[in-house]
């Protein structure tokens, strides 16, 4: 199985600054550079909402578009895809840009009893125009060690899907959000780093699927949006005392997180508190 032995991670896009000089908005973005013995590989995981936040925090960042040759769309919601389109118009390349295929459907929202649109505000055609888009449900290990995990598998956990909706075969039904997906990377000696984009299709799925994915029994560390904003304690505390029975030593909970699941994560000694421009790396100890 492959794996690096330094990952990098620095967070272009929260719903909160951690840092003076970096803006914030309801979204998520996260850049990661991994490194084998041979090469590194820089990601792009989500968007945010905005490209002007975007471009401007990669910048403040020292981070420039045409670092970052893979692209990854975690679900087709406007607060993870909306900068996509500004961010590829300035990287100057053709990057590879990996999502699933459901990532492009309608995409509907129910709030205060109406149903708005909350997907992609552009048509995926501008995105073929300047990556290379691959539609994909499945796992592609795309630099040793680093995984898009495709489409989640079930497991029995908790999925938070509630007032989403999508159009199949002419009718709004229920979105069972199988493109909501993340990235798992293996760091040397410390075990899986997961980054998940919203999580609808639960925390608990999207890690158990990465370790099943990439053969690796050993979790370290959990970053990006878990959907439990809203959640009851019991269930965040169970989700948080699962990822630790897992191994978690670091949980990052960022965007539609919610308050409560830090404080739990602060108990339990394993908060990595994050937002933008916060920056962390992992490495293996020797």
């Known amino acids: 199985m492959g794996k690096v032995y330094r990952l990098e991670v620095f967070v272009v896009v929260d ?118 888009l691959v539609e994909t449900s499945s796992p592609v290990e795309v630099f040793d060690g680093v995984y898009f995990l495709g489409e989640i598998k079930r497991y029995g956990y908790p999925e938070y899907k509630k007032g989403m909706y999508t159009v199949l075969d002419g009718k709004v039904v229920e979105d069972p959000m ?40 050993e979790l370290y560390a959990v970053l990006g949006g878990f959907h439990t904003e809203g959640a009851r304690e019991e269930e965040v505390r169970r989700i948080v005392d699962t990822l630790c029975d897992w191994g978690a030593s670091a949980l990052a909970p960022m965007h539609c997180s919610g308050s409560l699941i830090k404080f739990v994560a602060y108990e339990k000694e394993v908060l990595l508190d994050l937002g933008s421009g916060s920056s962390v790396a992992f490495e293996a100890k020797g």
């Open 15 to 132: 719903n909160t600054a951690a840092e003076p000089g970096f803006a914030a908005e309801w979204g998520l973005s996260v850049y990661l550079r991994a490194y084998s013995e041979e090469d590194s590989v820089g990601v792009l995981f989500d968007f945010g909402q905005r490209g002007d936040t975007l471009l401007a925090n990669l910048e403040a960042a020292g981070l420039g578009a045409d670092k970052t040759p893979v692209l990854v769309l975690s679900h087709g919601h406007y607060d993870h895809a909306g900068g996509a389109v500004r961010f590829l118009e300035n990287t100057g390349t053709r990057p590879l840009l990996l999502a699933h295929p459901a990532a492009f459907l309608p995409k509907l929202g129910r709030k205060g009893g109406v149903l708005r649109d909350i997907g992609l505000p552009f048509p995926k055609r501008v995105l073929e125009e300047k990556a290379t």
């Open 178 to 217: 199988l493109d909501d997906t993340g990235v798992a990377v293996n760091v040397e000696e410390l075990g899986l780093v997961v980054l998940t984009g919203c999580g609808h299709s639960g925390v608990l799925n999207v890690v158990r699927h990465a370790m099943e994915v990439t053969g690796v029994g």
